[in-house]
C-alpha cells in the first residue's frame, strides 16, 4: 500500500506565498515522476508542475516564474513552493506520483487527496 499525503494548503491575500508538500510513505521500490495538479470548481483537473526521474521541471505556462517545484527522494517528498499567488490561482491542488512498489512491477500513478489553496484579492 503506498499514501500520499499533502499539507501546506490555506488561504492567503494575491501576492502571498504557500508552500505545498507531499510525502509518499509504503512500499516503494523507486520513484519516477513526481507532480502538482489543480482543479478548480467547473474546470477539468490540470497539470501545474513536474519534477522527472532525471530531475527535470516542466511547468504550466500562467505558473512560470512564480512556483517552483522541488522534491527530497531521501524522504519521498515533493514540494510546490508557490509565490506571487494569484485569485485564479484558487483550487485544490493534488500531488501524483509515479513509482513502483517492487522491482519486479511495473510503475503506477497515485494520487494525494487534495489541499484547498484560495487566494483572497
Known amino acids: 500500500q503506498v499514501q500520499l499525503v499533502e499539507s501546506g494548503g490555506g488561504l492567503v491575500q494575491a501576492g502571498g506565498s504557500l508552500r505545498l508538500s507531499c510525502a509518499a510513505s509504503g512500499t516503494i521500490f523507486s520513484i519516477n515522476d513526481m507532480g502538482w495538479y489543480r482543479q478548480a470548481p467547473g474546470n477539468e483537473r490540470e497539470l501545474v508542475a513536474v519534477?522527472?526521474?532525471?530531475?527535470?521541471?516542466n511547468y504550466k505556462d500562467s505558473v512560470k516564474g512564480r512556483f517552483t517545484i522541488s522534491r527530497d527522494l531521501a524522504k519521498n517528498t515533493v514540494y510546490l513552493q508557490m509565490n506571487s499567488l494569484k485569485p485564479e490561482d484558487t483550487a485544490v491542488y493534488y500531488c501524483?506520483?509515479?513509482?513502483?512498489?517492487?522491482?519486479?512491477?511495473?510503475?503506477?500513478?497515485?494520487w494525494g487527496q487534495g489541499t484547498q489553496v484560495t487566494v483572497s484579492s
Open positions: 519534477i522527472t526521474s532525471g530531475d527535470r521541471t
Open positions: 501524483n506520483v509515479n513509482l513502483r512498489t517492487h522491482y519486479y512491477r511495473g510503475s503506477s500513478d497515485y
